[in-house]
């Protein structure tokens, strides 16, 4: 699903393996504007440089 129009496109996941990552903007933690981002994600583990890297949509 492709909404070109807005600048946004859609990549297929695996749901077998997708995670849900809800990243929180913590400058405004005791503020009623708290913002904030859920993204359905693949991660895919790099163990030998200890990183990660994680490929998804945005949900929210």
């Given at each position: 699903?492709?909404?070109?129009?807005?600048?946004?496109?859609?990549?297929?996941?695996?749901?077998?393996?997708?995670?849900?990552?809800?990243?929180?903007?913590?400058?405004?933690?005791?503020?009623?504007?708290?913002r904030y981002?859920?993204?359905?994600?693949?991660?895919?583990?790099?163990?030998?440089?200890?990183?990660?890297?994680?490929?998804?949509?945005?949900a929210y």
């Open positions: 699903m492709d909404n070109l129009e807005r600048g946004l496109y859609y990549i297929p996941l695996d749901l077998y393996t997708a995670r849900l990552f809800i990243f929180i903007d913590g400058s405004l933690a005791n503020n009623k504007d708290l981002i859920i993204v359905l994600v693949n991660e895919r583990l790099n163990k030998k440089e200890n990183k990660f890297t994680i490929k998804g949509n945005i």
